[in-house]
């Protein structure tokens, strides 16, 4: 069965350094998406992405983050200049045309900012 | 905005149906998702609700409200392995999540 995949499983980082978190999307899916989730709380919507650009955004997503699809497959996060409150999992998604309601997760990417 | 609640914990007895309920404040609304999220993993869809009423998948059952912006989660026949936490979800390209019910099987 196709899955999200998602690298590196974990990332431990410098606060002020860059990070890029990268996402394998199902192959055929069209719509794709990140989220973080604070340990312990709930799942927070950062970004949707189709079509080569961004659909939505929240206000989590400023500045400081950014998303690209280099190429057919990838689908990745930077976070710029990282704050100890970016310290989270970030799970990538993706979902098929016409049924964005129902999204398929990857494992996360845990990120420690110390 | 979009706001969805969510009792914050649930403990049932294996065996046993139980119903975890979510209701919501949004606009543009377009349905209401659930998904599964077991401690470390990630959340795995488990039902989509366009219209009112029941949806039936498996063990799950899913029901929504519009009118009273309300919905449902039915899990019947609980096993030890359903415990984990439960969020709603609302939105379209713009995905909100529920606070989430964390479900605790007991013996």
């Known amino acids: 069965e196709p899955e999200v995949t998602q690298t590196p499983s974990h990332q431990v980082t410098q606060m002020g350094q860059e990070v890029i978190l990268r996402c394998v999307p199902i192959?055929?899916?069209?719509?794709f998406y990140w989220y973080r989730q604070i340990l312990g709380q709930k799942v927070e919507f950062l970004v949707s992405f189709y079509n080569n650009e961004i659909s939505e955004k929240s206000e989590i997503f400023d500045d400081q983050f950014s998303v690209e699809r280099p190429d057919g497959s990838n689908f990745t996060l930077k976070i710029r200049s990282t704050k100890l409150e970016d310290s989270a999992m970030y799970f990538c998604?993706?979902?098929?045309?016409?049924?964005?309601?129902?999204?398929?997760f990857g494992p996360g990417t845990r990120l420690l900012v110390l | 905005g979009q706001s969805l609640e969510q009792p914050s914990e649930v403990t049932a007895v294996e065996g046993a149906i139980v119903q975890i309920n979510c209701t919501y404040q949004t606009s543009g609304f377009y349905g209401l998702s659930w998904y599964q999220q077991h401690d470390g993993g990630a959340p795995t869809f488990l039902s989509y609700?366009?219209?009112?009423g029941l949806e039936e998948t498996g063990r799950f059952s899913s029901f929504l409200s519009r009118s009273d912006s309300y919905g449902y989660l039915l899990l019947q026949e609980l096993q030890m392995k359903d415990s984990a936490s439960y969020f709603c979800a609302g939105g379209y390209q713009k995905v909100t999540f529920g606070t989430g019910t964390k479900l605790q099987v007991i013996p």
């Open positions: 609700n366009a219209l009112d």
């Open positions: 998604a993706s979902a098929d045309w016409g049924r964005e309601t129902t999204q398929y």
């Open positions: 192959s055929n899916h069209l719509y």
